[in-house]
């Protein structure tokens, strides 16, 4: 497809041997943003093919101007079940659970220039290449102009959509100041709990706060975070190797830090971090579940945070994905990821978003009504229960 006006070019990619090209192209063009680098590079997505593509086919836009790239969409195409009800062809942006952010790499920050490049590929779906019944934009940042450019598009084109809530994410920007004006920013009683129970804890023996840098010493930082996470509150990690892979790409690219807190030798806390154009993105935290009751994940993640901000000089910290509560106290400010489903002019795609937007809401609807209606009845069942009883 060409756009004389304009001297857009579009180049798909849907073999791994053709992306195995992209890769000195791709990360030039990442280098222009920003934010989520490190979940949009090359190399995070060549690890996550290797282990999650499956059947799956491979759908990436290139996007061209004068033979120069100025855009990349990465996408794949899957055929799944709706609902367990509608085989659909399904265009997405690649990734999962593990994807962070998804989003289309642009070579400029500048939001005309980032219409016109979304303008370009949406006018390709729809008028070039058809053969789908949905597109699903899946975790896009709140804070990228990309969603809302999305979304003006779609309502121009006369496209349906329909919008949806990802996940929160919680973070901290504008870092000006030393990692003991950042502590002294915390509220009083994140202050005083964190150092009481951390003073608790000292009565036990020593209590100590260690970095690990060293990228040759991965294996044994791994270990000691498997070792703390065996001993946690959570579940056997999921996907091992791929997050390993990523992580170990991460220690050669320099960029990634591990936390750990020791009571007198023994690891019982441990948080890492990637660090990207002053980013910090804090990955995990786990602890020792026999020493909830101090606080080592919070304890952790004060000491940590101060000394990214100290050392590493970053002025922002990102917590990623969940609304867990204790993020609030860390990272108190707080954005969403958001997904919009794209419906197709053909009648399948007419037909499943009069299924998303008008009958899925009813039936959701419906459910709530009739689980309040169980948990009632339950409710006066055991009132009443109560009442022969006495």
């Not at 949406?122 to 070039?128: A, I, P, S, T």
Request: with cysteine.
């Amino acid at each position: 497809m060409q756009d004389s006006k304009q001297k857009y070019l579009i180049k798909i990619v849907k073999d791994l041997t053709e992306f195995q090209k992209l890769e000195a192209a791709w990360n030039d063009l990442l280098e222009h943003s920003r934010r989520h680098v490190p979940f949009l590079c090359f190399d995070w997505f060549r690890i996550w093919f290797k282990h999650f593509l499956g059947g799956n086919k491979l759908f990436i836009i290139l996007l061209y101007k004068d033979g120069r790239l100025v855009a990349i969409a990465p996408l794949m195409i899957k055929r799944e079940k709706f609902r367990g009800m509608i085989t659909t062809k399904k265009i997405e942006l690649i990734g999962n659970f593990h994807s962070h952010v998804r989003n289309v790499i642009s070579n400029n920050g500048n939001k005309d220039a980032m219409r016109i490049h979304l303008e370009t590929i949406l006018d390709f779906l729809d008028r070039d290449y058809t053969d789908w019944d949905l597109i699903e934009l899946d975790s896009m940042p709140e804070e990228d102009e990309s969603l809302n450019i999305w979304k003006e598009i779609l309502d121009q084109r006369g496209l349906k959509k329909r919008e949806y809530f990802c996940f929160g994410d919680w973070y901290l920007d504008g870092i000006d100041y030393s990692g003991d004006e950042y502590i002294k920013k915390r509220s009083k009683n994140t202050r005083s709990g964190v150092g009481k129970k951390a003073r608790r804890m000292e009565k036990l023996g020593r209590l100590e706060f260690r970095v690990g840098t060293d990228r040759e010493k991965l294996d044994e930082f791994l270990a000691l975070y498997q070792e703390v996470r065996g001993k946690s509150w959570k579940y056997p990690e999921k996907d091992t190797a791929f997050l390993n892979e990523a992580r170990r790409m991460a220690a050669e690219k320099q960029c990634l830090k591990f936390g750990f807190l020791f009571l007198n030798g023994l690891p019982i806390a441990t948080l890492f971090a990637i660090i990207s154009k002053g980013i910090a993105y804090l990955m995990e935290v786990v602890y020792d579940s026999e020493f909830e009751r101090f606080s080592p994940g919070e304890i952790i993640h004060g000491e940590f945070i101060k000394y990214l901000i100290d050392v590493d000089k970053v002025t922002e910290v990102d917590a990623l994905r969940g609304d867990e509560p204790y993020k609030k106290s860390w990272t108190p400010q707080r954005r969403e990821r958001k997904g919009v489903l794209i419906f197709n002019r053909s009648l399948r795609g007419q037909i499943l978003s009069v299924v998303m937007n008008k009958l899925l809401p009813i039936i959701e609807k419906h459910e709530y009504a009739s689980s309040l209606k169980n948990k009632f009845s339950g409710y006066l069942k055991k009132k009443q229960g109560k009442g022969m009883l006495g």
